[in-house]
């Protein structure tokens, strides 16, 4: 679900204030999700642009690939549907599907990037 090569490397980047940047991940990923399922509801694919456009940026940042793909599927949807002039219905399925794959990754995130989890010996090293 996340590439850790790519983690690794915003981690790198990002450097002290990847902690930060990974709660703002959290808080706009919630808001984004949240917006995502209310414009579904209101049959508004115009509503569901920007948040999904956003939560895709953000997740790709980290190595969350697969949630970055369906958040980029929701938002090709709703840009079709937008210039269609018709409703996002092909995208329920994924929107049904984001929240479990958003809270699951996040999770995933958190715990790799949490300092007191116990991690396995990498390949070639001891444990100490």
Same mark, same amino acid.
Request: proline share 4%; with cysteine.
């Given at each position: 679900?996340?590439?850790?090569? +790519? ?6 980047? #990002? &450097? @002290?204030?990847?902690? /930060? %940047?990974?709660?703002?991940? =959290? ?31 953000? +997740? ?6 697969? #949630? &970055? @793909?369906?958040?980029? /599927? %929701?938002?090709?949807?709703? =840009? ?41 010996? @990498?390949?070639?090293? /001891?444990?100490?």
């Amino acid at each position: 679900m996340v590439d850790w090569t +790519a983690f690794a490397r915003a981690r790198a980047e #990002l &450097g @002290a204030g990847f902690v /930060r %940047i990974l709660g703002y991940f =959290r808080e706009d990923g919630v808001k984004s999700v949240a917006a995502i399922e209310a414009a579904m509801r209101a049959g508004n694919a115009a509503a569901m642009v920007i948040p999904a456009h956003t939560l895709k940026g953000e +997740a790709l940042q980290f190595g969350a690939e697969p #949630l &970055g @793909a369906v958040a980029e /599927r %929701i938002e090709m949807i709703a =840009r079709d549907c937008v210039e269609s002039r018709d409703t996002p219905e092909e995208a329920l399925s994924d929107i049904v599907a984001l929240r479990a794959l958003f809270e699951s990754t996040l999770a995933m995130l958190e715990r790799e990037s949490n300092p007191l989890v116990a991690r396995r010996p @990498a390949f070639g090293r /001891r444990a100490i």
